[in-house]
């Protein structure tokens, strides 16, 4: 999100959001989108439409009086989104998962089906804990479960950040007992964490992983063939047929492992491997920050 020059309210900017996304991806916009997602009148969509083109994007969009709603203009400049077609995906999601729930609601949006993989279970004690040990910069203690070596034992955290991995939340974390920097999977708690008092003393700025950025080189498996190629260069949007990810040290493990790259070893498979690393010596990632990150994606540690 762009930042303006003056504050805006969480609900105004919900709706604004909404606004640019539902123009920029579908192409129309009119004040029922407003109305039927956010419970208001229709007077009040139409001035929330005509606020945002007044103050805060007065280009950005043209009512067509054939299509009745407004279009984005050729000059389009998202100004409190990214432009990122996730942003619609997750747009749609909610609306599938809100449908679940709500039959009856009526959103002006495409049918749409979204696969759904078994979500990692997370306690809400565990995540208010997580929540509170990060937030206030207190230490937290707790059980934590560990497949390798296998059991259970009392740690005693200094976090500073919250990652969502996919359908896995992780909680990165000074810890006591290795005396680094490590991730802990939120699922692998058990019992009731305690956040005390006591502030921490490594903090984020010492976590020499998570503040050295690092860029990773993405390119199409060297063993298709031209056009295959092609079509995958297309299908990241690759200039020259690289994809260049920045991204911190700590989190690249987790960008590879998404991208179905294992550093180890490939698929036998092009087609199902599709993507290789091209600069993988230059990346300095450590073997064992990486070997646990991998495991912590899996689920293994």
């Not at 498996?221 to 079509?231: M, P, T, V, Y």
């Not at 993988?280 to 646990?292: F, I, P, T, V």
Request: glycine share 4%; with cysteine.
């Amino acid at each position: 999100m762009k930042k303006t020059d003056w504050p805006i309210r969480w609900d105004l900017l919900l709706r604004y959001r909404l606004i640019e996304i539902i123009a920029l991806w579908e192409g129309r916009l009119t004040t029922n989108h407003i109305c039927h997602s956010f419970g208001i009148g229709r007077q009040q969509a139409s001035k929330d439409i005509n606020t945002y083109l007044r103050e805060l994007a007065p280009d950005n969009l043209v009512y067509d009086r054939h299509l009745k709603g407004y279009v984005p203009s050729s000059n389009f400049k998202p100004m409190v989104t990214t432009g990122h077609v996730s942003e619609y995906q997750d747009l749609l999601a909610r609306q599938d998962s809100l449908s679940d729930t709500f039959e009856s609601l009526d959103i002006s949006l495409p049918e749409s089906t979204i696969v759904r993989g078994p979500q990692r279970v997370i306690k809400p004690e565990v995540m208010r804990a997580a929540v509170a040990a990060t937030r206030y910069g207190r230490v937290m203690k707790a059980e934590y479960a560990s497949l390798s070596p296998a059991g259970t034992s009392q740690r005693v955290l200094e976090p500073h950040t919250l990652v969502c991995v996919g359908q896995s939340w992780h909680l990165r974390a000074w810890c006591e007992s290795n005396r680094e920097f490590r991730d802990f999977a939120l699922s692998r708690f058990r019992g009731r964490p305690e956040t005390i008092r006591q502030r921490i003393r490594h903090t984020i700025h010492q976590d020499d992983d998570w503040n050295r950025q690092i860029s990773m080189s993405i390119v199409p498996d060297s063993r298709l063939n031209s056009i295959q190629q092609e079509i995958v260069a297309a299908d990241y949007g690759m200039n020259d047929n690289r994809l260049e990810l920045t991204t911190r040290a700590a989190l690249a493990p987790y960008v590879l492992s998404r991208l179905g790259l294992n550093t180890e070893s490939r698929h036998p498979d092009p087609m199902v491997q599709q993507l290789e690393l091209a600069n993988e010596e230059q990346l300095g990632l450590a073997e064992s920050a990486r070997e646990r990150a991998i495991k912590a994606v899996a689920g293994l540690c």
